[in-house]
């Protein structure tokens, strides 16, 4: 069973879980997928947890009675027992994100150049950069924020705030990119391609990104 086929699975039989039950397996989907560990791994332990918790609701038992009420520990402790991403998984991630965020930005790129009529779409090598680590951070910021915040709603708030606070300094860099651009113009590449030749590379990247690299990204 794949990855995808997990997840299907676990999501058809939640809904046999009680409104509480729910909640409280809920919490523990956040905190494992966005953990550090092997995709593959933590949705089997996910599927044996819940298959273990229906089995106990049929009994009268709740979520807090099976797993304790402690949740937070007990996620740790499972989550120490699994194993961490190899580092040529964690590659393929970042390249993965990267040619998906390319192919994205060369997408808009020729789609402006045909809507504005121009006979060229213009590359900066360093906005490309910054704006893709920007939304890199940004993505981590997220996933940890969600681990963090798991079963303690009062730190959600918090981490909403500071996200948010990112979210929009970010924006405001991405906007920005032409005027730091233009004062580091002498370490940024920059050229210029037609319409049609970002189209096709925006295809490309994406085809890659997504048939290709994924499978070695997430194993």
Request: glycine share 4%; charged share 15%.
């Amino acid at each position: 069973m794949n990855i995808k086929q997990m997840i299907q699975l676990n999501n058809q039989l939640r809904k046999k879980l009680t409104p509480e039950n729910e909640a409280y397996y809920g919490e523990m989907i956040v905190y494992m997928r966005t953990s550090p560990i092997l995709q593959k791994k933590s949705e089997g332990v996910l599927l044996e947890l819940l298959n273990h918790l229906i089995e106990a609701q049929n009994q009268g038992k709740s979520a807090e009675e099976v797993f304790g009420d402690n949740p937070i520990q007990y996620c740790k402790e499972i989550v120490s027992t699994l194993p961490n991403p190899p580092k040529s998984s964690i590659f393929f991630v970042g390249l993965w994100f990267i040619f998906y965020l390319e192919s994205i930005n060369l997408f808009i790129g020729s789609l402006s150049a045909w809507l504005f009529k121009s006979s060229f779409v213009d590359i900066s090598v360093l906005s490309s950069l910054i704006s893709t680590l920007l939304i890199m951070i940004a993505t981590w910021l997220v996933l940890r924020f969600l681990n963090l915040s798991s079963f303690q709603p009062e730190k959600r708030l918090l981490h909403e705030v500071l996200l948010g606070i990112f979210v929009i300094t970010a924006l405001l860099i991405i906007i920005g990119l032409p005027l730091i651009t233009t004062s580091f113009a002498t370490i940024d590449i920059t050229f210029q391609i037609k319409p049609i030749t970002s189209f096709i590379t925006a295809v490309i990247l994406f085809l890659v990104a997504q048939f290709g690299i994924v499978r070695y990204a997430f194993p």
